[in-house]
């Protein structure tokens, strides 16, 4: 059965190129549709809405799904395997095992240098990780339970309400946390595992520029990163907008009107339609999963301005980018989590 299973997967976990004006476009799980010129009858995808990937140091990509409950691993040689969750939505295994637990819709995951794997454990309101060495499970952040609270105290202590998104500050010093149902960005120190705030006071709201971060309100942090200089980039799906919090505490909207629509140009101009997460890229440059706009939009600070990348006729006209969302630069390109099309694609 286990050989069977693995050929199933290989079928459909193939390099399928197409050639846009400006990238290059390969299908690395899943299929291309058939109006992109893919097969009229594909094979089914091993995915089930996969939400976010990162890499180890071993160079495996590591794909965690949020209705389908699993987290995979994809090998340098192509070939796919599950390696924790069951597929049900609940909360069970620390302790033992990462093969027998069980999440409930994670949102995304970050890899340490060590090559543990911390997991947006969303609905379970925590962050869980598992060990590299010993392959156990456990949570290292929150305790299941929906709220605010352990600011100043251990990460096991505190409670978040919608862990949505986890990301490791450059020297890993830092896991910042979009915190967003409280309106937050959390931060754990990697060495002591303390609970800070470090923007978004817990009411709903856009931030006035310029202002104390921790002392103003955001409207729904959705996904974070940042930066060797300390800057603090958060994307907000309700507020339409990206923001970034400079290394004095104080808080700017960079790009984004506030209004859902679909605009390029001056980054105070652009538009963005419910975005679902970011990373940063070389120069200094954001990635953003442009959910409602089936987009992959970029931000260059250098120049202020967003431009479209992918989807939409952009980039490459024959792709068809259903809710993508995730985004994760490395090897030289972009991963792109085409959530709604079961599939993960690569952009050169």
Excluded at 273 to 287: D, I, M, S, T
Excluded at 306 to 322: A, N
Aim: with cysteine; aromatic share 6%.
């Amino acid at each position: 059965m286990r050989v069977l299973v693995l050929v199933c997967m290989l079928s459909v976990i193939h390099p399928a190129t197409t050639r846009g004006e400006d990238v290059v476009v390969k299908v690395l799980v899943g299929n291309r549709l058939p109006e992109e010129g893919g097969p009229a009858n594909p094979d089914a995808s091993p995915l089930t809405n996969p939400f976010g990937v990162d890499f180890d140091s071993s160079g495996n990509l590591i794909i965690v799904e949020l209705e389908g409950g699993r987290v995979h691993r994809l090998d340098t040689n192509g070939h796919l395997t599950k390696f924790a969750g069951d597929g049900s939505r609940t909360y069970t295994g620390d302790g033992g095992p990462a093969a027998n637990a069980t999440f409930n819709a994670m949102h995304n995951l970050a890899i340490a240098k060590s090559d543990d794997i911390y997991i947006a454990d969303s609905w379970n309101n925590c962050i869980r990780k598992i060990d590299a060495k010993t392959g156990i499970i456990t949570t290292f952040a929150g305790t299941g339970e929906s709220g605010f609270s352990g600011d100043g105290g251990p990460s096991d202590e505190a409670t978040f309400t919608y862990v949505m998104c986890i990301t490791f500050s450059p020297d890993e010093r830092y896991l910042d946390i979009a915190d967003i149902n409280n309106h937050r960005v959390r931060r754990i120190d990697m060495a002591t595992n303390i609970v800070t705030t470090i923007a978004g006071n817990g009411e709903k709201g856009v931030p006035t520029d310029g202002a104390i971060a921790m002392e103003s309100p955001l409207v729904d942090p959705r996904a974070v990163t940042s930066d060797e200089e300390g800057n603090v980039y958060i994307l907000e799906r309700g507020g339409h907008a990206l923001r970034v919090v400079s290394p004095d505490g104080r808080i700017r909207t960079i790009a984004g009107t506030g209004k859902q629509g679909f605009h390029d140009g001056p980054a105070m101009q652009a538009m963005f339609g419910a975005p679902k997460h970011l990373c940063r890229g070389p120069e200094g440059v954001l990635f953003i999963a442009d959910d409602q706009n089936q987009a992959i939009r970029k931000y260059d600070p250098h120049s202020q301005t967003v431009t479209t990348i992918l989807g939409r006729g952009h980039g490459d006209p024959d792709i068809r980018l259903k809710n993508p969302h995730g985004v994760t630069f490395a090897n030289d390109r972009l991963y792109v989590v085409d959530m709604g099309h079961d599939r993960i694609l690569t952009v050169e």
